[in-house]
Antibody
């Protein structure tokens, strides 16, 4: 069964960094692209960026490009999203999602990782 | 800011048909970028329902259908069932924002 399993909840202090992982199984990770999307409570989903697994090419949303790094480890079929200089507004549920061939739609999503930024 | 606009909520009785709209602009839907629809139940992973405006992934019932015209798209659900109660959101690409954008989500209540 195709799935993305994300790392557990994080509580961080303002100014620090967080790194969330997303482990793929049940499909060919190397031919996919992985995206990261977040949803603050009560707000709409917001795209953060994505990575083409095969060659590591990344694309970041302008709002995040100075603070985010998306990487992947093909040996473990895992993608990572690191966000730096955290502030309270970064408190949200962070999702990874993958493109598997339904056009450029996000075919499979993870369950989400809650990141809380609080002093 | 270019975003996709959805009604906050819709409702219908079992067996009825509901339609959820997704209104965009000339920099996303109106520019020809595909619209995708997802179903999201609390505590679960969002599920792809419709991709590229009108296509259903394998396993999605044909009660779900999508359409697109101009700067808007719609998701129709026929023969409503209690299990359809969820949040539905649309997605497209926006050229002015250089990235993916999402609708605010529509909560479907089955009466």
């Amino acid at each position: 069964q195709m799935q993305l399993v994300q790392s557990g909840p994080e509580v961080k202090k303002p100014g620090t960094s967080v790194k969330v992982s997303c482990k793929a199984s049940g499909f060919t990770f190397t031919t996919s692209a992985v995206h990261w999307v977040r949803q603050p409570r009560g707000q709409r989903l917001e795209w953060i960026g994505g990575i083409v697994v095969a060659n590591g090419d990344t694309d970041y949303a302008p709002n995040f490009h100075e603070r985010v790094t998306i990487t992947r480890d093909m040996s473990t079929s895992t993608a990572y999203m690191e966000l730096t200089s955290l502030r309270s507004e970064d408190t949200a549920v962070y999702y990874c999602a993958t493109e598997l061939g339904s056009g450029n739609a996000f075919d499979i999503w993870g369950l989400g990782t809650v990141v809380t930024v609080s002093s | 800011q270019s975003v996709l606009t959805q009604p906050p909520s819709v409702s219908g009785a079992p067996g009825q048909t509901v339609t959820i709209s997704c209104t965009g602009s000339s920099s996303n839907i109106g520019a020809g970028y595909d619209v995708h629809w997802y179903q999201h139940l609390p505590g679960t992973a969002p599920k792809l329902l419709i991709y590229a405006n009108i296509n259903r992934p394998s396993g999605v019932p044909d009660r779900f259908s999508g359409s697109e015209s101009g700067t808007s798209a719609s998701l129709a659900i026929t023969g409503l069932q209690a299990e359809d109660e969820a949040v539905y959101f649309c997605q497209s690409y926006d050229s002015s924002l250089s990235g993916w954008v999402f609708g605010g989500g529509t909560k479907l209540t089955v009466l």
